[in-house]
């Protein structure tokens, strides 16, 4: 245990340590958010190490491979794939052992497994910072790691959803009576904190958000189209992103069967493949449907360019989706002036406006058709929507919000 390989170093003592049990590289959300807030707080000029989880089914990669993988600017490589350092170097990428058999297992007798997958690298992953970076700054995103850095200064926990058993609810309350300050994912990890007790000036809400180079990489939207294949007169409505069930993108399939979309085209882009291949199979048959699964980051520009309406149809629960989630597709969207049309819930009031967004009622075929075949017809709407949302959006960059969760870690330590 505590067995690390570090393939680049930032520096010999990194001002910050991001730790996550996360996989690198992987297609995965979490991933994908780690990357991006890794570059941002590089970017900001602090030099950051990412803290993984070494899982078995994951090959070890060069941090400039992992880095290019996930960035959306298609100039990221040269001809012969080498990647381009930005200005101030990659973060550095280490992976921490971890005891790890849960896809060894059926299904149904995960449970234990993915504990002990947890906590053995939450464990080792705090034996490296204590051992190899004294003095560093971490923010930690599992409980696991927390727990064990009580009582080391600079520490600050990030959380994508509030804990549910008791024992993650008495380390969330060992670690803020510790003086550990709570970086929140969204409005609604917030609001399930400070009804747990937690302190709200302990708390600071800092969303998923966007990178200004996604703009720059879009081409036009003739020029996407032909790119993909599209018709250029045929509505596209797209949703890109994690295809689990709690996101909803069977709602919009089933839409697409009852005839709801206005005979548009719908892309569908991302997902595991075991999720793909579930969705395919429900979208047989249908040939306005396209279920294109994972699609490298350099490419997402173009659907998003190709197309008329996003759409982000989430279900009512779990408490993810319904209150804690802060989607990285809405605030790419936003950028991108791509209209939205998504599921009335908190969770997306929380990163949307009235005035921003058509919001529908969840799980519901007939709400979202309802919802995307109105603008399809209403242009005006379509592009006042859009730049809104795109107006609202600009404050939401990943390098601001690494400044301000540094500012916030500076000012509690």
């Known amino acids: 245990m505590g067995v690390a390989r570090m393939t680049e170093p930032a520096s010999l003592e990194p001002p910050l340590i991001l730790a996550a049990n996360a996989r690198m590289p992987s297609a995965r959300a979490q991933s994908v958010q780690l990357c991006r807030a890794a570059q941002a707080f590089q970017g900001a000029g602090t030099d950051t190490v990412v803290l993984h989880a070494a899982r078995?089914?994951?090959?070890?990669?060069?941090?400039?491979?992992?880095?290019?993988?996930?960035?959306?600017?298609?100039?990221?490589?040269?001809?012969?794939?080498?990647?381009?350092?930005?200005?101030?170097?990659?973060?550095?990428?280490?992976?921490?052992?971890?005891?790890?058999?849960?896809?060894?297992?059926?299904?149904?007798?995960?449970?234990?497994?993915?504990?002990?997958?947890?906590?053995?690298f939450g464990r080792s992953a705090a034996r490296i910072i204590q051992s190899r970076f004294q003095g560093a700054r971490?923010?930690?995103?599992?409980?696991?790691?927390?727990?064990?850095?009580?009582?080391?200064?600079?520490?600050?926990?990030?959380?994508?959803?509030?804990p549910g058993g008791r024992t993650r609810r008495r380390w969330l309350r060992r670690c803020v009576d510790g003086g550990m300050p709570v970086v929140a994912i969204s409005g609604g990890v917030r609001g399930d904190l400070e009804a747990l007790g937690v302190p709200p000036d302990r708390i600071t809400v800092e969303h998923d958000a966007h990178d200004p180079a996604?703009?720059?990489?879009?081409?036009?939207?003739?020029?996407?189209?032909?790119?993909?294949?599209?018709?250029?007169?045929?509505?596209?409505?797209?949703?890109?992103?994690?295809?689990?069930?709690?996101?909803?993108?069977d709602v919009l399939v089933d839409a697409a069967r009852q005839d709801l979309l206005g005979g548009a085209t719908v892309l569908i882009v991302g997902g595991m493949e075991a999720d793909v291949?579930?969705?395919?199979?429900?979208?047989?048959?249908?040939?306005?449907?396209?279920?294109?699964?994972?699609?490298?980051?350099?490419?997402?520009?173009?659907?998003?360019?190709?197309?008329?309406?996003?759409?982000?149809?989430?279900?009512?629960?779990?408490?993810?989706?319904?209150?804690?989630?802060?989607?990285?597709?809405?605030?790419?969207?936003?950028?991108?002036?791509?209209?939205?049309?998504?599921?009335?819930?908190?969770?997306?009031?929380?990163?949307?406006?009235a005035d921003e967004a058509v919001f529908v009622e969840p799980e519901s075929p007939e709400a979202l058709g309802r919802g995307v075949v109105g603008l399809l017809e209403d242009a005006g709407e379509r592009h006042a929507l859009a730049a809104r949302a795109h107006e609202s959006v600009q404050a939401n960059t990943w390098g601001a919000r690494a400044r301000r969760i540094l500012t916030f870690m500076e000012r509690l330590a």
């Open 56 to 120: 078995r089914d994951t090959p070890r990669a060069r941090p400039e491979e992992v880095w290019a993988q996930l960035t959306t600017l298609p100039t990221a490589s040269t001809s012969e794939g080498a990647a381009i350092p930005p200005r101030r170097g990659w973060p550095g990428l280490m992976a921490a052992s971890c005891v790890d058999w849960i896809d060894l297992v059926p299904r149904p007798l995960q449970f234990i497994p993915a504990r002990l997958q947890e906590w053995s």
């Open 138 to 162: 971490v923010l930690a995103r599992d409980l696991e790691i927390a727990v064990h850095l009580l009582g080391r200064p600079g520490v600050a926990l990030e959380l994508h959803r509030v």
């Open 214 to 249: 996604l703009v720059d990489a879009l081409p036009e939207r003739a020029a996407a189209r032909e790119s993909l294949g599209l018709d250029p007169d045929v509505g596209v409505v797209l949703y890109a992103g994690g295809l689990l069930r709690w996101k909803g993108v």
């Open 277 to 353: 291949a579930a969705l395919r199979q429900r979208a047989t048959g249908l040939s306005t449907v396209q279920v294109l699964g994972h699609r490298a980051a350099h490419e997402i520009p173009s659907f998003l360019a190709a197309a008329d309406v996003g759409v982000v149809p989430n279900r009512r629960t779990p408490r993810i989706s319904s209150h804690h989630t802060s989607p990285l597709k809405v605030f790419e969207a936003m950028a991108a002036e791509l209209p939205l049309v998504v599921s009335d819930l908190p969770s997306l009031r929380d990163v949307l406006r």
